[in-house]
């Protein structure tokens, strides 16, 4: 009689036609667990391991899987509920039912499979970077390709696959499934409870629900990666007045005027950066060649204390060059490298200003550089389509050489372009030609450059430091394809040959390069931002007049150019946040800091973290053991964070970093 009345009660619940969703919703929830537990067993070594914890993020994680696999739930109810019942188990409902199956089932495999390379490289569950990866399906599936086995992997897919349809079958799912002896009545209890808890989940359970630790990893292993996913699609640009704390605008500007202000600087404008910063002394006016190192730490570099002994290339310019020993990259990728570096800009919440509409005709440094009658070009060794490169620097003024596809031979640009040539590389993986040939390709152009008698300023992107990882054979003594450390190897032996090819040139006794990092690689840590993984190596090399020394002021990628340029006694017109580090006197040393969401600034041992919904925390830094403590707000340092991100944006989205503005 029990078993009867449970039955009954099962069937009324979940009729005989949802047999198959229950099956779905078992296989996809147990490959969510199984891929928890194996992203635990890389993230150990970062977690603050207890067994409450581990209880927590497998519960918590199963309370977002769930909120996940109704998604595709949803949308097969919807099709019952539409379907008449007369028309069940007939041919086209097997064909729309079993190929639905199977491919929300793939891509749930493949989501699976691909989070657990993504969380080797990024430590972290989908995010932006996914997001933004989906834009550039060439470059990501030969990085697959070239990183993993992609036969075997979509092989790999298919067995699974396989292997869950044949367990479905095996439990009469697709038997009961067709069986058309369900009435419509019978469909809409189950319908009901998932479509209500679908509307709950999409709008009351927003992804940082998950974030009740301490410790960054634990978050991350406690979300969901598709989930993630979709919410980092829908956070992808941030309205910094929506989700931030702010301060009227007129204390934002008066408390903005007082902290970018240099001692050479006039203000123009109350509610503006624009300014004049004047030099005394007689101008030069060198050739500059700036090279942006893809994902490099500084602690890949013994002159920072380091044990690798992965760059002497780097390590000798450390003593025959200016040498920034206390500088922090923006971000924790080469767009907000980029965006730091030619907009000398705090980083934006959410996606790039590289990426962001209306980011043309922008006051970057390349406009300071037409100022003094330079030309200017961008070089990158992969296709500039990728993350927005080659439009931004095209409608900023700059030309372009890059390695475009053919099909993109014909896209007209307002400046020249100029395409790296099949005869022109020996090497190219999924990302780029190597950096030999990238560097091979300037020299090319600089000659050019030199024969027009005007002075040049180049902006180069290297790209060999990225996975997979691959470079040319017999360069150095680790394989291609190995491991960071023999690209990092790599990275610094295409440098040396660049240098000394460049040594043997006539414009090279004119001419200044400037060497930072891009980002760090292997930004993983155990706080919400690791303040060590944004500290990056920065160079200024053959500088007239100026002895080699180390400069240990606190500063951030925003301020190198401004520091050239003090250097360089140019007196100019200026929109930049950046400042001049030489003139930063020891209360104006600071850094910014963000992972897209976050934003931070660190200043005198001291970070605050700016966070959505209006929240903001405070903590010490200790910089020896790289640990961060909470501690109170103290509301001077707050308003301080508030006045340069609130004004960054502002002023972004006001057009008011536009030259004619």
Known sequence: MLRTIKLVMLNIILPKRFQLLKTFSLTVLFFAFLVRAILYVFAFKYIDFSIINLFKIF?????????NVLYPLALYVIYLLIIPTKLHGSLVDKIV???????????????????IPFWQEYQRRYNFIAVDYLLYTYEVVQNIHQSFSLPLLIGVIVLILVISIRFASKKEAYKNTFNNSDSFKSKLIPSFIILISLAFYHNFIPNNTAEIFSNINENELAKSGMYSFFAAYKSNELNYNDFYPTLPKKEVYSLLSKNIKASNDSLFLKDNIFRFTKNDSTELKP??????????????MEAFNGEKNWTPTLDSLAKKSIFFTNLYATGTRTIRGIEAISLAIPPTPGRSIVKRNNNDNLFTIGEIFKQKGYSRTFFYGGDGHFDNMTNYFSYNGFDIVDRRKLHRLQEELPTKRTRIEDDEMVFENAWAVCDQDLYNKVLKVADKQHEQKQPFFDFIMTSS???????????VDIPSGSNMKGSVRYLDKSLEEF???????????????????????YSAGKTEINVENHHIPAFILNLKNQSPKKIEKLSSQIDIFPTLFGYLNWSYNTKLFGKDINKMQPKDERAFIGN?????LL???KLMLLETNKKHKSFNWNKEKNEISPIATDTIFLNETISYYQSAFDLFKNGKLKIDN
Do not use: Q
């Open 603 to 605: 200043k005198e041992g």
């Open 465 to 475: 430091n990225h996975k997979p990882y691959t470079y040319p054979d017999n360069v």
């Open 97 to 115: 039912t079993k190929f639905t199956y199977g491919l929300f089932l793939f891509i749930f495999i493949f989501s699976f499979l691909a989070e």
């Open 596 to 600: 897209h969401r976050k934003v931070g």
């Open 59 to 67: 519960v918590v994680g199963f309370f977002f899987d769930i909120g």
């Open 287 to 300: 050739n500059v060649i700036f090279i942006g190192l893809e994902s490099l730490n500084a602690r890949f």
């Open 499 to 521: 240098l000394n090819k460049a040594k043997t040139k006539p414009w090279y006794k004119n001419t200044i390069f400037v060497i930072m990092s891009d980002h760090c690689g």
